[in-house]
Structures are given as structure tokens and as C-alpha cells.
């Protein structure tokens, strides 16, 4: 079994380079988080840094901890389901071929954790080539001592299973659906992108999820103002990481809707552009018809947009709202530097997952702008299909991602209207075109160049290369 699951594995190893994209960055970006704390704490111990330092590179660790795991469950568990769902056409070949259910789910499962194993340790000498330019580049914007980066094996190791537990678990569940498909349906699905109905116990897990995130958001309200009176001096400090928490959490709970609200926003707006052009309601039919690859290929731009104005907005909240006050204080920590030491990891998690589920969903994609140019559209509108896609995948997530940035954007209004006696919410519009226009150009890229081949190719050659995948 082993062999026949390592054998299709080669031969589906573009399926499987995506999802490797999202394993390798989610564990180096964790062993980093975990090399800035321990290096932290042994600098501090060794008197290299005093308390401050100590609790700064400290604080840094954890926080990125704690938003890498959070972006890491939403963008891994898309990735792990979207790899699977990619391979109906191989289940389908399987169960022909008289495999059975249970061995078609341990095949699937020695896939995914052969390759989130391999993005262990990928993962791991990545973060250990980058570990000590990480902490110079820190300790030089924050002013510090210069800090050996240490290595806890023990720690990794954890962060390692836990990455791998993680896929495993994710591709167990998804194999196991995918394997109790009939034949037939499954190849079907492969082919025409057929969406299965989720059952009740799917849809009340969604609603748990959501409330457990939205929860822990709104707690967050009541909790700063009951905890403010005995924070003293920490309160600004405590406040700014409570709305950088957010961020994560927001977009946590909103993951458990995409699959129902998705397809009515992006159907709204994309509804609404007096567009006359075939190639862009081709591409919206295609990408509204498909929504759980749409919602896969939304939630990491999602998170990368969600990060980074989530962020600048609680900035610029912050800076607004003592400009109003008439306070001239100086802050530290506002650095370019500064801003990615703490969401830079997260960001990098989820920019590799939406590389990776776009390149990973290539030879569908292909076969789909095959079938068009044998229904008669032109090369031209072949190209401009994944691009309008691009565009739509783009702005969709834009718009939940300001929903992201805004939570947290209120958090930090709200609480700075408890410590000081006005505040100012503060959104920057600009920055969020340059972050989606971004996002927008690596989207793209992601989609247009791996189907450029496949558009000089015969559409019959190109739709059997999705079959046989």
C-alpha cells in the first residue's frame, strides 16, 4: 500500500507541490516564532539583554505563535481539503481498479503525511538559515544587544507534529469523504466541479466555530474595560495586542461562513459591474459555480489582506486618536521592521497558501478554458478567463478582509475611548488599494502562468491530463 500510494504520488506531483508550498512555509515560520523566544529567554539569562529586551524578543515569539497557528489551522486545513478534492479523477481510478474505500483513505493519508513531514523539515532549515538574520534584523530596529539565535530541538520537534498531526488529520478526514464516493460521482466531480451538500452535523460544527471565534472577539470589549483599571502604563500595550489577536480571530470565525456567504457577496458585486464582456461572465459563472475552490483560494488572500490593514487601521487609530488629544508622544515599535517582525510570519503563511492552492488547482483550471475554446471562445478570451478570475478571487477577499481589519479596528477604538476621553477611528483607504493590488498581482500570477502551456495544447490532451490526475 505504501508503494501504490508513494507511485501516484509522483505521478500527481503538481497537486501536491502546492499544498507543499503552505506545509513548508507554516513550519518554518512557526520554528521561527519559537527561535526569537527561546533566544530571548537565553540571551536574558546569559545577561546579554535586561528584563525589557528579554520581554520584548518575548513577546514577539509568543505573538507569533499565537497569529501563525491561528492563520496556519485556516490556511492548512484549506489547503489539505482542496489537495484531496483535487484528486476525485485518481479516486475515481482507484475504486474502478477494485481498490477499497479503506485503502483508498489510507493512500490519500501516507500522501499528505509524507509530504507535511518533508515540509517539516524543509521547514525546519529554512528557519534555521533565516533565524539569525530574523533576530539581527530585529535587534538592530529595536536597539538591541546582538542576540545568538538558539535552538530548542525539543520545541520544534513540537511545532513539527503538531504541523503534521495537523495534514494528517485534515487529509484523513477529507480521504475518507473522498473515498465513500461512488466511482462514477467522483469522477464526475473531478470534471465538472459538482459541489456536495454539507449534512447537519457539518453545519452545526460551522455555527460552533463561529460563535467560539466571534465569541472570543466580543469578549474582548467587556474584558479590556474590566481589565484596564489595573493595567496602569501596560494598558496601551496590552490593548494593541488584544486587536492584533483579533485580526486572526475574526478571520477564524469568518472561515466557518465562507461557504455560505462566499457566493452571495462575490454574485452581488460582480452582479453589479455593467460588464458586457464573454470572457468575464465566463470567468464569473466559472467561479461562482465552483464555490468550495473559490472559498479555498479566498481564505489565504483573505488572512494577507486582513493582517496588514488590520494592523495599519489599529496604527492609524492609535496615532489619530492622540493627534486629536493634542498628545505628542512618541512611539516605539512603529517601524516598517517593527510591523512585519509581528505579522510577517502569519502574512508569509498565508501568501505561500494562496500561491499554493491556485498552482495546485492549475490542471482543473485548464481543463476548463479547454471546454471553452471548444465552445467556440477565442484564445484572447481564454487568457482573459483567469485574469477576470484573479480579479474576482481578489476583491472577494478583500471585502471579507476588511471585515477582518475592522474588528480589530474597533477594539482598539473602543479602548482607547476607555483610557483616554476621546478616540478617532481611523481606516487607511490607500493603504488597502496597495494591499489589495498586491495580492492581486501574486493572485494573478499564480493562476495566468501555470495554464499558459496548457492554451497551445489540444483541449482533448489537456482535459485527459485532468482525468488521469
Given at each position: 500500500?505504501?508503494r501504490?500510494?508513494?507511485a501516484?504520488l509522483?505521478?500527481?506531483?503538481?497537486?501536491?507541490?502546492g499544498?507543499?508550498?503552505?506545509?513548508?512555509?507554516?513550519?518554518?515560520?512557526?520554528?521561527?516564532?519559537?527561535?526569537?523566544?527561546t533566544?530571548?529567554?537565553?540571551a536574558?539569562?546569559?545577561?546579554?539583554?535586561?528584563t525589557?529586551?528579554?520581554?520584548?524578543l518575548?513577546?514577539?515569539?509568543v505573538?507569533?505563535l499565537?497569529?501563525?497557528?491561528?492563520?496556519?489551522?485556516?490556511?492548512?486545513?484549506?489547503s489539505?481539503?482542496?489537495?484531496?478534492?483535487?484528486?476525485?479523477?485518481?479516486?475515481?481510478?482507484l475504486l474502478?481498479?477494485?481498490?477499497t474505500?479503506g485503502?483508498?483513505?489510507?493512500?490519500?493519508t501516507?500522501?499528505?503525511?509524507?509530504?507535511?513531514?518533508?515540509g517539516?523539515?524543509a521547514?525546519?532549515?529554512?528557519?534555521?538559515?533565516?533565524a539569525?538574520p530574523?533576530?539581527?534584523a530585529?535587534?538592530?530596529d529595536?536597539?538591541?544587544?546582538?542576540?545568538p539565535?538558539?535552538?530548542?530541538?525539543?520545541w520544534?520537534?513540537?511545532?513539527n507534529?503538531?504541523c503534521i498531526?495537523?495534514?494528517?488529520?485534515?487529509?484523513?478526514?477529507?480521504a475518507?469523504a473522498?473515498?465513500?464516493?461512488?466511482?462514477v460521482e467522483?469522477?464526475?466531480?473531478s470534471?465538472?466541479?459538482?459541489?456536495?451538500?454539507?449534512?447537519?452535523?457539518?453545519a452545526?460544527l460551522?455555527?460552533?466555530?463561529?460563535?467560539?471565534g466571534a465569541?472570543?472577539v466580543a469578549?474582548?470589549?467587556?474584558?479590556?474595560?474590566?481589565?484596564?483599571?489595573?493595567?496602569?502604563?501596560?494598558?496601551?500595550g496590552?490593548?494593541?495586542?488584544?486587536?492584533?489577536l483579533?485580526?486572526?480571530?475574526?478571520g477564524?470565525?469568518?472561515?466557518?461562513?465562507?461557504p455560505?456567504?462566499?457566493g452571495p457577496?462575490t454574485?452581488?458585486?460582480?452582479?453589479?459591474?455593467?460588464?458586457?464582456?464573454?470572457?468575464?461572465?465566463l470567468a464569473?459563472?466559472?467561479?461562482?459555480?465552483k464555490?468550495d475552490?473559490?472559498?479555498?483560494?479566498?481564505?489565504?488572500?483573505?488572512?494577507?489582506v486582513?493582517?496588514?490593514?488590520?494592523?495599519?487601521?489599529?496604527?492609524?487609530?492609535?496615532?489619530?486618536?492622540?493627534?486629536a488629544?493634542h498628545?505628542n508622544i512618541?512611539?516605539?515599535?512603529?517601524?516598517a521592521?517593527?510591523?512585519?517582525?509581528?505579522?510577517?510570519?502569519?502574512?508569509s503563511i498565508?501568501?505561500?497558501?494562496?500561491v499554493?492552492?491556485?498552482?495546485?488547482m492549475?490542471?482543473?483550471r485548464?481543463?476548463e478554458?479547454?471546454?471553452?475554446?471548444?465552445?467556440?471562445?477565442?484564445?484572447r478570451q481564454?487568457?482573459l478567463?483567469?485574469?477576470?478570475?484573479a480579479?474576482?478571487?481578489?476583491?472577494?477577499?478583500?471585502?471579507?478582509?476588511?471585515?477582518m481589519?475592522?474588528?480589530s479596528?474597533?477594539?482598539?477604538?473602543y479602548g482607547l475611548g476607555?483610557?483616554?476621553?476621546q478616540?478617532?477611528?481611523?481606516?487607511?483607504?490607500g493603504?488597502?488599494?496597495w494591499v489589495?493590488?498586491?495580492?492581486?498581482?501574486?493572485?494573478?500570477l499564480?493562476?495566468?502562468?501555470?495554464?499558459?502551456?496548457?492554451?497551445?495544447?489540444?483541449a482533448?490532451?489537456?482535459?485527459?491530463?485532468?482525468?488521469a490526475?
Amino acid at each position: 500500500m505504501i508503494r501504490l500510494s508513494l507511485a501516484d504520488l509522483r505521478e500527481s506531483w503538481l497537486a501536491w507541490l502546492g499544498v507543499s508550498l503552505a506545509f513548508v512555509v507554516t513550519n518554518a515560520a512557526l520554528a521561527l516564532a519559537i527561535v526569537v523566544e527561546t533566544s530571548g529567554h537565553a540571551a536574558g539569562t546569559a545577561g546579554i539583554l535586561d528584563t525589557d529586551g528579554t520581554a520584548l524578543l518575548g513577546s514577539y515569539g509568543v505573538v507569533n505563535l499565537l497569529l501563525c497557528a491561528l492563520v496556519g489551522l485556516a490556511v492548512v486545513g484549506a489547503s489539505t481539503s482542496l489537495v484531496v478534492s483535487s484528486r476525485r479523477g485518481a479516486v475515481a481510478r482507484l475504486l474502478l481498479a477494485g481498490t477499497t474505500p479503506g485503502q483508498v483513505t489510507r493512500v490519500l493519508t501516507v500522501q499528505v503525511a509524507a509530504i507535511a513531514t518533508a515540509g517539516a523539515v524543509a521547514g525546519d532549515l529554512v528557519a534555521g538559515a533565516a533565524a539569525q538574520p530574523v533576530l539581527d534584523a530585529i535587534s538592530r530596529d529595536r536597539q538591541l544587544a546582538h542576540v545568538p539565535a538558539v535552538f530548542a530541538p525539543a520545541w520544534l520537534l513540537v511545532g513539527n507534529l503538531a504541523c503534521i498531526l495537523l495534514c494528517a488529520l485534515g487529509g484523513l478526514r477529507q480521504a475518507r469523504a473522498a473515498s465513500r464516493i461512488p466511482p462514477v460521482e467522483a469522477l464526475r466531480e473531478s470534471t465538472g466541479g459538482v459541489e456536495r451538500r454539507e449534512g447537519p452535523v457539518r453545519a452545526g460544527l460551522r455555527i460552533a466555530r463561529f460563535v467560539v471565534g466571534a465569541g472570543a472577539v466580543a469578549a474582548m470589549f467587556p474584558g479590556f474595560r474590566a481589565m484596564a483599571p489595573h493595567l496602569k502604563e501596560d494598558a496601551v500595550g496590552n490593548l494593541i495586542q488584544m486587536a492584533m489577536l483579533a485580526i486572526p480571530l475574526t478571520g477564524f470565525a469568518l472561515t466557518a461562513l465562507l461557504p455560505w456567504i462566499v457566493g452571495p457577496v462575490t454574485r452581488a458585486w460582480t452582479g453589479a459591474l455593467p460588464i458586457r464582456s464573454a470572457s468575464w461572465h465566463l470567468a464569473r459563472h466559472t467561479v461562482t459555480a465552483k464555490s468550495d475552490r473559490l472559498v479555498r483560494s479566498i481564505i489565504p488572500v483573505m488572512f494577507s489582506v486582513g493582517l496588514v490593514f488590520g494592523m495599519m487601521s489599529a496604527g492609524d487609530t492609535f496615532v489619530a486618536t492622540l493627534a486629536a488629544m493634542h498628545k505628542n508622544i512618541e512611539l516605539e515599535g512603529t517601524s516598517a521592521m517593527s510591523l512585519l517582525a509581528i505579522i510577517g510570519l502569519a502574512l508569509s503563511i498565508a501568501v505561500a497558501g494562496a500561491v499554493g492552492n491556485l498552482v495546485m488547482m492549475s490542471r482543473q483550471r485548464s481543463a476548463e478554458l479547454a471546454l471553452d475554446g471548444v465552445v467556440g471562445a477565442t484564445p484572447r478570451q481564454q487568457l482573459l478567463i483567469p485574469v477576470f478570475e484573479a480579479l474576482i478571487v481578489t476583491l472577494t477577499a478583500t471585502i471579507l478582509g476588511v471585515a477582518m481589519a475592522g474588528a480589530s479596528a474597533a477594539l482598539i477604538a473602543y479602548g482607547l475611548g476607555i483610557l483616554l476621553p476621546q478616540s478617532t477611528l481611523s481606516m487607511p483607504w490607500g493603504l488597502l488599494g496597495w494591499v489589495a493590488g498586491s495580492c492581486f498581482v501574486v493572485v494573478l500570477l499564480a493562476t495566468v502562468v501555470p495554464v499558459l502551456r496548457s492554451l497551445r495544447e489540444p483541449a482533448p490532451k489537456v482535459i485527459a491530463r485532468l482525468v488521469a490526475a
